[in-house]
């Protein structure tokens, strides 16, 4: 978890972090092997450019040409000259190579003691003309001379190095990321298109591009939302055709019944009938909130609770007393103002239904819109509190003969999800009753 916040949680930003640990453990991997030859590359470079500078100038002193003189350049009588061994070691081979390629005969060099001489001590006296080589020559017939050069060497002063490294590090990380969110682009749009799932009627399908895995898994989610469109819209054309079919049948058992005799008979197959009108007018309707389009109206909760209660109190005038509101001015949603009126008519008449008691509809605004539905009878069994709003569930079995169709939940379920809201339910706690909420997403 650590390592996730430093380097950040997407994928690009991963890699782009794990390409500048590479770039810095790269650089210290060199840092440590060139630290081992340090001497040796410090004495190279010293020796090259002793080289370089000093024969012209040994060579004009034994023929006795006049030398320009400058700061970096020193040339002046040995007298009681002497190299200290803390600070110059005497190079007898480089005096020799000198020698050969001046036709100097006595000639004696001093460098800088590499192995008190490091890179920073180089660096820095480069920047100031360089460090100094000592020569003692003994011109034919002449007094001895000491010799003072500076010697520039060719290196890149360590701020530009570390300038450059830096660089380095920042457009290969910029590069990596650039081209790691290329390549995972795909995966956003899956990831987008499996969340519009059950938001349209219509599944989406991705465009198949990228690397292969990726081409892979695109192409077996265009496959799967293309059965899976299939099979509703068979399940929507079973549901249509049922409809349909089921209405002519029942409207000639409406008329057949009134040719019954008996009162008592005719009032429980009109009852039978009026069932069964109601389980095909849910089922009609949980076939069309499918094919909603989705809520684009800012609609106040008090005012759908408003609706949905006088409706029911219309129906059932009893139900005007065990009725509770509480509002909340401040909630407001986008809605289909009618399907959410029907779900919180249906939420309504279930804790109606289904008790005795009082029913309290309370609005919430804080922290997200939502409506709540409690009552105080026996409560709903552990399954029904996991999943509500399974279709032909019912809370009890004395609820299978009340003249529920056991769909009133699921269109509530349905119209939650149509609207991007949770309807969730739970049994109070010390005390029986149950309480249904449903909840709008905030803003």
């Known amino acids: 978890m650590v390592g996730r916040k430093l380097v950040g949680s997407t994928l690009a930003m991963q890699v782009g972090g ?16 060139f630290f081992g030859d340090r001497n040796e590359i410090i004495r190279t470079i010293v020796n090259s450019e002793t080289i370089a500078r000093l024969t012209p100038v040994v060579a004009a002193l034994e023929q006795g040409e006049a030398l320009r003189l ?9 007298g009681n000259w002497k190299a200290d061994p803390r600070i110059w070691q005497e190079a007898p081979i480089l005096a020799g190579q000198i020698m050969s390629n001046s036709g100097s005969k006595d000639l004696r060099v001093f460098t800088p003691r590499v192995s008190t001489f490091t890179f920073s001590d180089l660096f820095q006296q480069v920047q100031h003309g360089g460090p100094q080589v000592a020569a003692i020559l003994r011109p034919l017939n002449q007094a001895p001379l000491v010799i003072l050069v500076r010697i520039q060497p060719d290196l890149p002063p360590p701020l530009a190095a570390l300038i450059a490294t830096l660089i380095s590090g920042v457009l290969i990380t910029f590069g990596t990321s650039f081209l790691i969110g290329r390549m995972t682009q795909p995966l956003t749009t899956l990831a987008a298109a499996s969340e519009r799932i059950g938001q349209s009627a219509q599944i989406e399908r991705v465009p198949v591009r990228g690397p292969l895995e990726l081409q892979i898994a695109a192409g077996a989610f265009n496959r799967m939302a293309q059965r899976i469109s299939q099979l509703l819209d068979r399940q929507r054309a079973t549901l249509w055709a049922l409809g349909h079919d089921l209405r002519t049948p029942v409207t000639a058992m409406r008329i057949r019944l009134e040719l019954v005799e008996d009162e008592e008979s005719r009032n429980r197959l009109r009852e039978s009938v009026h069932e069964i009108e109601r389980v095909v007018e849910d089922a009609l309707f949980l076939a069309r909130s499918e094919l909603a389009a989705p809520p684009t109206q800012l609609a106040s909760l008090d005012e759908l609770v408003e609706r949905a209660v006088t409706g029911l109190k219309e129906a059932d005038p009893a139900a005007r007393s065990r009725l509770a509101i509480l509002k909340d001015p401040r909630a407001k949603v986008l809605a289909r103002p009618n399907d959410v009126v029907r779900a919180i008519r249906n939420l309504v008449h279930n804790a109606l239904r289904h008790t005795s008691g009082p ?54 379920r349905s119209i939650a999800e149509s609207h991007r809201a949770q309807l969730s339910a739970e049994n109070r706690r010390g005390e029986t009753g149950t309480i249904m909420r449903l909840v709008f997403e905030a803003g």
Not at 70 to 78: F, G, K, N, Q
């Open 359 to 412: 029913v309290q509809v309370r609005v919430l605004a804080e922290p997200n819109p939502a409506i709540e539905v409690g009552d105080w009878g026996e409560g709903l069994p552990a399954e029904v509190l996991q999943a509500p709003g399974e279709p032909f569930v019912r809370g009890d079995q004395a609820r299978s003969a009340d003249g529920s169709t056991g769909l009133g939940l699921a269109i509530v």
């Open 18 to 33: 794990l390409a500048i640990l590479a770039v810095i453990l790269s650089n210290i991997l060199t840092v440590v092997f």
């Open 70 to 78: 400058d700061e970096t350049l020193t040339v002046r009588p040995a």
